[in-house]
């Protein structure tokens, strides 16, 4: 074989392999578009409630920390009609909510929430109005939360001595 002709080959097998290499990266920014872009009509909504963190969706609920002034509250909203839905009981005025989570249905919200002096792990039963203290053992602090779909089980990140581990929890 010439030395010409193996260069060629050479050149073919390198542009093969750029092709190869560069394709799925090709095929993906064509898939995603030029950018990501805000939902115009629920994003403006989502605005007027305030400088807003800490979001958790499942299905068609989205939660998250909102507020202006200093004054953060979880705000629920229903993805379906674009609408904030009330959480009578839940948010104090003598709290602070760091982090919050939300099963699929919508009954079960999850916070954690700076009370006082401590940092506490809340269940709020949207239905029922109810909100209730969920004891960590052995004691911590929580800090994140992921909530599963059905409302049951529960990832809470806490700190013990300095050390954060992730508890997983049955909730009642």
Do not use: F, K, Y
């Not at 909203?77 to 609408?83: C, N, P, Q």
């Not at 004691?139 to 300095?162: C, H, K, N, T």
């Amino acid at each position: 074989m010439s030395i010409a002709r193996g260069m060629v080959l050479q050149r073919r097998r390198g542009a093969a392999l750029l092709l190869a290499v560069l394709s799925p990266t090709l095929l993906l920014t064509g898939c995603l578009g030029d950018q990501l872009r805000p939902l115009p009509g629920l994003n403006q909504r989502l605005s007027q409630l305030g400088n807003g963190h800490d979001p958790a969706l499942s299905g068609r609920w989205l939660a998250l920390i909102a507020g202006q002034q200093g004054r953060q509250q979880v705000q629920l909203i229903d993805l379906e009609r674009g609408l904030p839905v009330p959480l009578i009981g839940l948010n104090r005025p003598d709290s602070q909510p760091l982090s919050v989570a939300v099963d699929l249905s919508g009954e079960r919200l999850v916070v954690v929430r700076q009370r006082e002096d401590r940092t506490e792990l809340v269940l709020h039963r949207r239905t029922l109005m109810a909100t209730e203290r969920l004891p960590i053992e052995p004691a911590g602090v929580p800090r994140q939360i992921s909530l599963s779909a059905d409302g049951r089980l529960l990832a809470v990140e806490v700190s013990r001595g300095g050390i954060w581990q992730v508890d997983l929890l049955e909730l009642p």
